[in-house]
């Protein structure tokens, strides 16, 4: 069974900071994705990451994926407040599966 | 451009009583669609899934069914709802791809 770990699952950062979201999956798969949950509302896709040694940015956001270790990451490039949110990452096609979340909270 | 439409938005049950969500796609013809289920401060987990009308993938054996009976409408259903269904139940489409797409969600509370 396909499992994701993302970690941390809490993160809390000052503005200005860099910082590294982490996403293992056990299994192997060459699709890989990145949301945003702010609270009480719905997901927000991020990034879609299609192959070994992806890579995408969107402002302060970067998301990596390297199929042979099976990781992604996301770095977060001198946070600001309005990243705070929690952010998912998620493996797999029609069965996809989702880690834990990582909440983040960005500080002045 | 796609948009996909949940209702009711919230959702007050009893113990018992039963349960009927619907999920509507717009903009798009012939898309993999999805259920999952939020629980207070936790992650997704995936419900349901579905590739085209009639066809319905289950995950997690619970008190819970799917139907899908047009092409961009998805149901999810309960003859009997439990406390333990509490939750935030988001439709979703795409897959692949482009990954999947939300809906605004359905926060359901059972009493």
């Known amino acids: 069974e396909l499992k994701v770990e993302q970690n941390p699952l809490f993160l809390s950062m000052q503005e200005g900071k860099n910082y590294t979201i982490y996403c293992n999956y056990s299994?192997?798969?060459?699709?890989l994705y990145w949301y945003r949950q702010d609270p009480g509302k719905s997901l927000e896709s991020l990034f879609v990451l299609l192959s070994n040694g992806a890579v995408k940015q969107e402002g302060r956001l970067m998301a990596s994926l390297d199929t042979k270790a099976r990781l992604s990451t996301l770095h977060i490039t001198a946070a600001v407040h309005d990243l705070s949110a929690t952010y998912f990452c998620?493996?797999?096609?029609?069965?996809?599966?989702f880690g834990a979340g990582t909440r983040l909270t960005v500080k002045p | 451009s796609q948009t996909i439409h949940q209702w009711p938005a919230t959702l007050v049950q009893p113990v018992g009583s039963p349960l009927s969500l619907e999920c509507t796609v717009e903009g798009t013809s012939n898309p993999n669609l999805y259920w999952y289920r939020q629980a207070a401060g936790r992650g997704l987990q995936l419900l349901f899934y579905?590739?085209?009308?009639?066809?319905i993938s289950s995950e997690v054996p619970q008190n819970l069914s799917a139907s899908r009976p047009q092409d961009r409408q998805f149901i999810l259903s309960s003859k009997k709802l439990l406390l333990s269904d509490s939750g935030f139940y988001l439709c979703?489409?795409?897959?692949?791809?482009?990954?999947?797409?939300f809906g605004p969600g359905t926060r359901l509370t059972v009493l």
């Open positions: 299994t192997t798969s060459d699709r």
């Open positions: 998620a493996v797999g096609s029609n069965d996809m599966r």
């Open positions: 979703a489409w795409g897959g692949n791809m482009v990954g999947e797409y």
């Open positions: 579905s590739v085209g009308i009639g066809q």
